[in-house]
T-cell receptor
Framework: GENVEQHPSTLSVQEGDSAVIKCTYS??????FPWYKQELGKGPQLIID?????GEKKDQRIAVTLNKTAKHFSLHITETQPEDSAVYFC?????????????FGKGTKLSVKP | EAQVTQNPRYLITVTGKKLTVTCSQN?????MSWYRQDPGLGLRQIYY???????DKGDVPEGYKVSRKEKRNFPLILESPSPNQTSLYFC???????????FGDGTRLSIL
């Protein structure tokens, strides 16, 4: 089945620095790659997503890049702020059966120190 | 306000006592799904539903049941809960499976 590997599992940065989280996937048919942010006591919330027909997408301080050949995609957060501290999950859609289902990475706990 | 509502938010119960966690969405979404979240394992899908009366197993369906009699509701049923089902559960919905999923705030279940 699909396997989504996410690294690192924890990441600590100083406020204002950049943070990068990387994911790899195994199913070459995957074509949808969302990123979710989960704050303490809350459900995951979509922050950005990318489809396989583009290589990069930006939304203010957040960007995602996709390399379909290498089967990896990355989340980039620039000018980090303390409120960026959370657990981030990548996901890839998997077409193992007749339907597509999201397979999640194990998460990255990001800590932004003031 | 667009939202996915789960109830209860917290539940402590005992082995073998049937329980149901309700999930309701007000966005007219076709796709709904249940996940469990365990430390170090991320989010794992239990069951999903493409539409009314259409449900299918995810990665970890053993010990769970679901139903989708109405578009807005997707309850998760534990017929005979066991301690290994102690976890944090999330319901999610999206317009279709390849669209952004909206998650509820979670239900923390403890099975003693």
């Amino acid at each position: 089945g699909e396997n989504v590997e996410q690294h690192p599992s924890t990441l600590s940065v100083q406020e204002g620095d950049s943070a990068v989280i990387k994911c790899t996937y195994s199913d070459s048919a995957s074509n949808y790659f969302p990123w979710y942010k989960q704050e303490l006591g809350k459900g995951p919330q979509l922050i950005i997503d990318i489809r396989s027909n583009v290589g990069e997408k930006k939304d203010q301080r957040i960007a995602v890049t996709l390399n379909k050949t290498a089967k990896h995609f990355s989340l980039h957060i620039t000018e980090t702020q303390p409120e960026d501290s959370a657990v981030y999950f990548c996901a890839a859609i998997y077409y193992g059966g007749s339907q597509g289902n999201l397979i999640f990475g194990k998460g990255t706990k990001l800590s932004v120190k003031p | 306000e667009a939202q996915v509502t789960q109830n209860p938010r917290y539940l402590i119960t005992v082995t073998g006592k049937k329980l149901t966690v309700t999930c309701s969405q007000n966005m007219n979404h076709e796709y709904m799904s249940w996940y469990r979240q365990d430390p170090g394992l991320g989010l794992r899908q239990i069951y999903y539903s493409m539409n009314v009366e259409v449900t299918d197993k995810g990665d970890v369906p053993e010990g769970y049941k679901v139903s989708r009699k109405e578009k807005r509701n997707f309850p998760l049923i534990l017929e005979s809960p066991s301690p290994n089902q102690t976890s944090l559960y999330f319901c999610a919905s999206s317009l279709y499976q390849e669209q952004p999923q909206h998650f509820g705030d979670g239900t923390r279940l403890s099975i003693l």
